[in-house]
């Protein structure tokens, strides 16, 4: 039973570089999330989908794209990354009773 | 707009009894509580719902005032695998789409 699966656990990128974070979910969920973990500050949300093919935005979405062209992926993507944005990402999906199930993480550094 | 957790930390000893409570500014439908162990993934711990009774796990449960846009996590006769942060996350829609998370009450239990 994998549920949600990150990659990749660990990553360091200089700034200016980009990269996509993969988050794939075997549960059959429409719903999935990529949040942001910052020492203090919980769990902020990026983006969202309400099912395949839809993207919306959270509370902290500039300086990231995603997309969700099939149901069980749900792509993060950085295009110039900076280094405010090193953190502990998380992706999670979310069942039909509303509990989200979420991935190991991603700890990801910009020099 | 986040919710507030209280308190932000609290110690224990093994046995002893512990209330986390998450409040809102802003009306809302549901309340979901998660813990998360350091280094690993937040864990779905229980939602409630507007009108909705007070829930129990184990030895862990919750109640949500609607009036008072309150939720509080009751943690009795604790056990060291208690410990990790809790987090309330809040919904304002019956659609729940997403939730807004709290920043965090680090619960740390000794023998």
């Known amino acids: 039973n994998a549920g949600v699966t990150q990659t990749p656990k660990f990553r360091v990128l200089k700034t200016g570089q980009s990269m996509t974070l993969l988050c794939a979910q075997d549960?059959?969920?429409?719903?999935m999330y990529w949040y942001r973990q910052d020492p203090g500050m919980g769990l902020r949300l990026i983006h969202y989908?309400?099912?395949?093919?839809?993207?919306a935005k959270g509370e902290v979405p500039d300086g990231y794209n995603v997309s969700r062209l099939k149901k069980q992926n749900f792509l993060l993507g950085l295009e110039s990354a900076a280094p405010s944005q090193t953190s502990v990402y998380f992706c999670a999906s979310r069942s039909g009773l509303g509990a989200q199930h979420f991935g190991d993480g991603t700890r990801l550094s910009i020099l | 707009q986040q919710p507030v957790q209280s308190p932000q930390a609290v110690i224990l000893r093994e046995g002893e009894d512990a209330v986390i409570n998450c409040s809102s500014s802003?009306?809302?439908?549901?309340v979901h509580w998660y813990r998360q162990k350091h280094g690993e993934a937040p864990v779905f711990l229980m939602i409630l719902l507007k009108g909705g009774e007070q829930k129990g796990h184990d030895k862990i449960s919750a109640s949500f005032n609607e009036k008072k846009q309150q939720s509080s996590l009751y943690l009795t006769a604790s056990q060291l695998s208690y410990s990790g942060t809790y987090f309330c996350g809040t919904d304002k829609a019956s659609s729940g789409d997403k939730l807004t998370f709290g920043t965090g009450t680090r619960l740390a239990v000794r023998p």
């Open positions: 989908s309400v099912g395949e093919g839809t993207t």
């Open positions: 549960m059959n969920h429409e719903y």
């Open positions: 802003k009306a809302l439908y549901s």
